[in-house]
């Protein structure tokens, strides 16, 4: 374009995060700060997602701050997306803060302050918040009951699921889609139902799509039904969809039940299709620069003091307790490789080094691009008691806030 305005720039943002590139959308905005225009509230309103997915706290403290700075921060648009923002950074107490501050809430400003709640594991104060909702007058959309399910689904509620479910198109005249579907499969397959969840996708008015059977594949595999988790891989094959994940989940489960032929099979078909595992990593923030480890990484500066720092809470929690379990998660030829040994998984090496990067008593948040495992999972609570600290960990599924040796998730994730 021989000419751009404000309009070509915010057009390109939303383009780049609709579509998922929120990396080229963070980087479009920054080049945006050269031109002679400011940002306006749909600028905002664009980028703001893109933070979502991308951004630690600090980083979404400057971008409020920039907001504020231009005089957009009363606004109900504006609020909801930061809010939003807020709590995908692992920042609820001050998603809270921004909600209950708002001269006007409208139903978004609901929905999200719910998802809010759902996504940091706290299932119970979803529906406290819904409930309020109601007693406000504003009346529940489709969006609303995602919020709701996903809470109940984190929170193993099944039978409040059930009932809102329900209560869809009996109380509101609402249609289940595809995403309502998705939840409530979800909420089965995590309590255990697998019966009950695969006659649930036999029964649904719409055409499962690869979500729904992925998720039906990894409850097959969290409870070991191999016959229902080999069928539900068929089917997201079926649909073409990318079954990288897939492939990993149900490579795991044949390692669990001792199928280790079936196990090679998977992995050399992988292999000639050149699909590589998600190599798990974990990201803290510190003095607005982001550190990522990954399981036995050495790369950091301070690797020395991380691991001596590491090696004294490993004492203290009982490094030599652990006792690999060949039966659940780790394929028996793996575990025999110190790499997987989970002493040095990068949590808690990212732990660490926010432990010491950080004041004594602020909390430390800790990122993790796939789901925290129970080694960890159990570290994370200890090392809250010992250290007095609060720990918090978002991983592809839940936040888990660890304080005092327990977890908000109440150790169902």
């Known amino acids: ?29 920054q080049d945006l700060q050269h031109e002679i225009f400011f940002p306006d509230e749909m600028t905002f ?16 403290m400057q971008i409020h701050s920039y907001i504020c700075k231009l005089g957009f921060a009363p606004s109900t648009f504006i609020s909801n997306a930061l809010i939003y923002m807020y709590a995908k950074c ?13 001269l006007f809430k409208d139903l978004i400003s609901w929905n999200t302050i719910i998802l809010a709640y759902a996504i940091h594991g706290f299932g119970a104060s979803s529906i406290t918040l819904f409930s309020k909702m109601r007693e406000e007058g504003i009346k529940p959309n489709g969006s609303t009951f995602v919020s709701l399910l996903s809470s109940c689904s984190v ?17 509101y005249g609402i249609n289940p889609g595809i995403e309502h579907y998705g939840c409530m499969l979800d909420l089965l397959g995590r309590a255990g139902n697998l019966d009950l969840a695969k006659r649930f996708i036999d029964e649904m008015p719409l055409t499962p799509t690869a979500r729904i059977w992925g998720s039906l594949l990894a409850a097959s595999r969290h409870h070991r039904n191999v016959e229902l988790a080999e069928l539900a891989r068929n089917h997201v094959f079926s649909l073409n969809h990318d079954n990288t994940g897939c492939h990993v989940l149900l490579s795991n489960m044949y390692a669990e039940v001792g199928r280790w032929d ?23 923030e510190y003095n607005s620069n982001t550190f990522r480890f990954t399981n036995h990484d050495k790369s950091q500066i301070k690797s020395n003091l991380i691991y001596e720092v590491l090696d004294i809470i490993s004492r203290k929690i009982g490094k030599n307790q652990y006792v690999p379990d060949v039966t659940k998660f780790k394929p028996l030829d793996l575990l025999k490789k110190r790499d997987n040994a989970p002493f040095c998984h990068s949590v808690r090496l990212a732990i660490s080094f926010g432990l010491i990067s950080t004041s004594v008593g602020n909390p430390v948040l800790v990122r993790k691009n796939i789901r925290i495992c ?4 159990n570290a994370a609570k200890k090392i809250s008691e010992i250290t007095n600290r609060e720990i918090v960990v978002g991983d592809s599924k839940i936040y888990h806030h660890f304080r005092d040796g327990r977890c908000s998730c109440r150790d169902y994730w």
Request: with cysteine; aromatic share 8%.
């Open 262 to 284: 079936d196990v090679e099979q998977v992995r050399c078909w992988m292999k000639n299709q050149g699909l590589e595992k998600t190599i798990g990593c974990s990201i803290v």
């Open 374 to 377: 129970e080694d960890c999972h």
């Open 45 to 60: 309103a664009s980028i703001l997602p893109a933070y979502s997915e991308k951004a630690l706290p600090k980083e979404g």
């Open 155 to 171: 929170a193993g509620m099944v039978d409040e699921g059930w009932e809102y479910f329900n209560s869809m198109k009996r109380d």
């Open 1 to 29: 374009m021989k000419e751009r305005n404000l309009i070509s720039w915010n057009a390109m943002i939303a383009a780049y995060v609709q579509n998922g590139r929120a990396r080229e959308a963070l980087e479009m905005f």
């Open 90 to 102: 692992g920042d609820l107490q001050t998603a809270k803060k921004i909600f209950d501050s708002m």
